[in-house]
């Protein structure tokens, strides 16, 4: 079972997610070279690890045990990038600020068309991609960081999730590796070494 590895998540840890569902695959036709299709910020709240995200119809907290029941079912993929060079107090401003200024919000349906004319012709589209008073999901992270912790990630005017993996080697680095993990249970270690007393059996019975 796909597992966070809580031990070393941090706030303000970015999930950087593939889905395949048909929402996904709509945000990936308007960013064709992009891998992912969503990002959210980890957040620590109330003795519990959660994924702040803006999504479908409204920005929230989502517990990590969803991510984690989905990558299990084969519904989603998940990268996990860290902020270079953040410490503590830069974390719990960005996370403050998504709490306070993202979480709640509606999200920016409007900036489709526009993210889409972006990806085809990038920085020559300046113009903001939706409404002012709603989010699209990287939207929200990269106010978190640049807003809320002064810290420039994206430094790009309409960023999405391939602007977040074009920054991965610069202001980003891929932490998924020490941050997930994949746990047997106790049935399908007791399944495996079943079919392994088979394979021995079958080799040399």
Same mark, same amino acid.
């Given at each position: 079972? &796909? =597992?966070? @590895?809580?031990? !070393?998540?941090?706030?303000?840890?970015? *999930?950087?997610? /593939?889905?395949?569902?048909?929402?996904?695959?709509?945000?990936?036709?308007?960013?064709?070279?992009?891998?992912?299709?969503?990002?959210?910020?980890?957040? &620590? =709240?109330? @003795?519990?690890? !959660?994924?702040?995200?803006?999504?479908? *119809?409204?920005? /929230?907290?989502?517990?990590?045990?969803?991510?984690?029941?989905?990558?299990?079912?084969?519904?989603?993929?998940?990268?996990?990038?860290?902020?270079?060079?953040?410490?503590? @107090?830069?974390?719990?401003?960005?996370?403050?600020?998504? *709490?306070?200024?993202?979480?709640?919000?509606?999200?920016?349906?409007?900036?489709?068309?526009?993210?889409?004319?972006?990806?085809?012709?990038?920085?020559?589209?300046?113009?903001?991609?939706?409404?002012?008073?709603?989010?699209?999901?990287?939207?929200?992270?990269?106010?978190?960081?640049?807003?809320?912790?002064?810290?420039?990630?994206?430094?790009?005017?309409?960023?999405?999730?391939?602007?977040?993996?074009?920054?991965?080697?610069?202001?980003?680095?891929?932490?998924?590796?020490?941050?997930?993990?994949?746990?047997?249970?106790?049935?399908?270690?007791?399944?495996?070494?079943?079919?392994?007393?088979?394979?021995?059996?079958?080799?040399?019975?």
């Amino acid at each position: 079972m &796909f =597992k966070f @590895d809580t031990d !070393w998540l941090k706030d303000g840890m970015i *999930l950087h997610g /593939r889905s395949y569902g048909f929402f996904g695959k709509i945000i990936r036709k308007c960013l064709p070279k992009a891998w992912g299709n969503h990002d959210g910020i980890f957040i &620590f =709240k109330h @003795d519990r690890w !959660w994924v702040g995200e803006s999504a479908p *119809l409204i920005a /929230r907290l989502t517990p990590i045990e969803s991510y984690e029941s989905w990558v299990d079912a084969g519904e989603y993929e998940v990268k996990i990038y860290d902020v270079v060079g953040a410490n503590t @107090d830069d974390r719990k401003k960005a996370v403050d600020y998504w *709490l306070t200024h993202v979480n709640g919000t509606f999200y920016d349906f409007l900036a489709f068309p526009r993210l889409f004319f972006k990806s085809v012709f990038g920085d020559l589209w300046k113009k903001a991609a939706g409404w002012e008073w709603a989010h699209w999901c990287t939207e929200g992270v990269c106010f978190a960081w640049e807003s809320g912790a002064s810290m420039l990630v994206w430094n790009k005017s309409n960023p999405t999730p391939y602007t977040t993996e074009k920054r991965v080697g610069t202001t980003l680095v891929d932490v998924t590796e020490k941050v997930t993990k994949l746990e047997v249970h106790n049935e399908d270690a007791e399944e495996q070494e079943h079919r392994g007393c088979l394979g021995l059996h079958r080799a040399f019975g």
